[in-house]
T-cell receptor, first 111, second 118 residues
Framework: QKEVEQDPGPLSVPEGAIVSLNCTYS??????FMWYRQYSRKGPELLMY????GNKEDGRFTAQVDKSSKYISLFIRDSQPSDSATYLC???????????FGEGTQLTVNP | NAGVTQTPKFRVLKTGQSMTLLCAQD?????MYWYRQDPGMGLRLIHY???????AKGEVPDGYNVSRLKKQNFLLGLESAAPSQTSVYFC?????????????????FGPGTRLTVL
């Protein structure tokens, strides 16, 4: 069983929709939770990170962590065609320790 | 700043051939990493380095070797390529441990190398 589970999709939504992306994990030692965005044939880039539980908002993006349920989410409001990419969740035990990635969810936002 | 660069961008090898992938970063980062990305598997850590002259095994190290002779460079070697090593390889770097609890050691990724082993 994988330590981090993520539905690979693909997920297709109309422009302006609210998108919800999710990951579950099994290792309760994880404290740092990240979302990376990867455009086609490019390297991943950090979108947001959260330390421990709670919510974090950055513009149209909101990251949520529920450590009691071992569940993290990324919400995208007013989605745009430029949001079309693969979104990878990642997590680690400490700031300097190795990242464990989810498989990634492929998102397409249609104009 | 170029950030993290990888050479080459594409390569096709025959089974048994060897090659070296080069990663360079100009951000003076302490940590560097090599990942492979495969469909259905996500990104998996091959080897990493926490400083010049140091290397350590990651999740899937078999069949690969690495060297970090200079702080800015991290080389990934395949001594005898196998079809199972067909993948997209990403290098990343990060500043290293700094700050207190809650500070995040962000990893910056290169553009990737697409390797096919026939």
């Amino acid at each position: 069983q994988k330590e981090v589970e993520q539905d690979p999709g693909p997920l297709s939504v109309p422009e302006g929709a609210i998108v919800s992306l999710n990951c579950t994990y099994s290792n309760s030692a994880f404290q740092y939770f990240m979302w990376y965005r990867q455009y086609s044939r490019k390297g991943p880039e950090l979108l947001m990170y959260t330390y421990s539980s709670g919510n974090k908002e950055d513009g149209r993006f909101t990251a949520q962590v529920d450590k009691s349920s071992k569940y993290i989410s990324l919400f995208i409001r007013d989605s745009q065609p430029s949001d079309s990419a693969t979104y990878l969740c990642a997590m680690s035990r400490t700031s300097g320790s190795r990242l464990t990635f989810g498989e990634g969810t492929q998102l397409t936002v249609n104009p | 700043n170029a950030g993290v660069t990888q050479t080459p961008k594409f390569r096709v090898l025959k089974t048994g051939q060897s090659m070296t992938l080069l990663c360079a970063q100009d951000m003076n980062h302490e940590y560097m990493y090599w990942y492979r990305q495969d469909p259905g598997m996500g990104l998996r850590l091959i080897h990493y380095s926490v400083g010049e002259g140091t290397t350590a095994k990651g999740e899937v190290p078999d069949g690969y070797n690495v060297s970090r002779l200079k702080k800015q460079n991290f080389l990934l070697g395949l001594e005898s390529a196998a079809p199972s090593q067909t993948s997209v390889y990403f290098c990343a770097s990060s500043p290293g441990l700094a700050g207190g609890q809650g500070h995040y050691n962000e990893q910056f990724f290169g553009p990737g190398t697409r390797l096919t082993v026939l």
